[in-house]
């Protein structure tokens, strides 16, 4: 299967940690790469690979894979945290991408 | 610093081919580690990749799409392009050029353009 399943909405406590998951098939395989988006924004990558954040994302944002699935941690969610993220990674062609369906992150 | 601006009809007839430019700057898209995304989102809805192409010309298309869809670059002038033929309005969507890191180990889309929203009605 090429799909990537994520749960609709997660919501978290200022300052607690949240995790957000993405299962799929590829995940055994391929890793998973992950985007925030906020209200009428163009997506922004927020972690790549098992662990990897690109400049300008801060610290307390991780990642890692286990099977198949995929988690992105928030340590210490903020008020701007609140966003959709989405997971994508390849699917079984391995040339191809596939997004999962996106998590809502609420920061109560 | 490298951007990316779409470009194009905003609003498109049904059964008609939506047309979509993505203008490069700031770095060529002759580059060998890149290939150049699209990938839209239907109003309320989730991400969808469309495909890809490299500078050479080779294409990736999402398999449901495929039919429909023809992704070509122009080096001269730094630019990749979209055509979707045969719309509807469940093509009705914010359109989205990225560009695409792409190596054995990662893909992942570091560079978005803003976006462009493309209606389909009559």
């Known amino acids: 299967s090429s799909e990537l399943t994520q749960d609709p909405a997660v919501s978290v406590a200022l300052g607690q940690t949240v995790r957000i998951t993405c299962q799929g098939d590829?995940?055994?395989?391929?890793?998973a790469s992950w985007y925030q988006q906020k209200p009428g924004q163009a997506p922004v990558v927020v972690m790549y690979?098992?662990?990897n954040r690109p400049s300008g994302i801060p610290d307390r944002f991780s990642g890692s894979s286990s099977g198949n699935t995929a988690s992105l941690t928030i340590a210490g969610a903020q008020a701007e945290d609140e966003a959709d993220y989405y997971c994508n990674s390849r699917d079984s062609s391995g040339n191809r991408l596939v997004f999962g369906g996106g998590t809502k992150l609420t920061v109560l | 610093q490298l951007q990316l601006q779409e470009s194009g009809p905003r609003l498109v007839k049904p059964s008609a081919t939506l047309s979509l430019t993505c203008s490069v700057s700031?770095?060529?898209?002759?580059?060998?580690?890149?290939?150049w995304g699209w990938i839209r989102q239907p109003p309320g809805k989730g991400l969808e990749w469309i495909g890809n192409i490299y500078h050479s010309g080779s294409t990736n298309y999402k398999p449901s799409l495929k039919s429909r869809v023809t992704i070509s670059v122009d080096t001269s002038k730094n630019q990749f392009s979209l055509k979707l033929s045969s719309v509807t309005a469940a093509d009705t969507a914010v359109y989205y050029c990225?560009?695409?890191?792409?190596?054995?180990?990662?893909?992942?889309?570091?560079?978005w353009g803003k976006g462009t929203t493309v209606t389909v009605s009559s």
């Open positions: 690979g098992e662990d």
């Open positions: 700031g770095a060529s898209i002759r580059s060998n580690t890149y290939y």
């Open positions: 590829t995940l055994r395989t391929y890793y």
């Open positions: 990225a560009k695409e890191y792409k190596d054995s180990f990662y893909y992942y889309m570091d560079v």
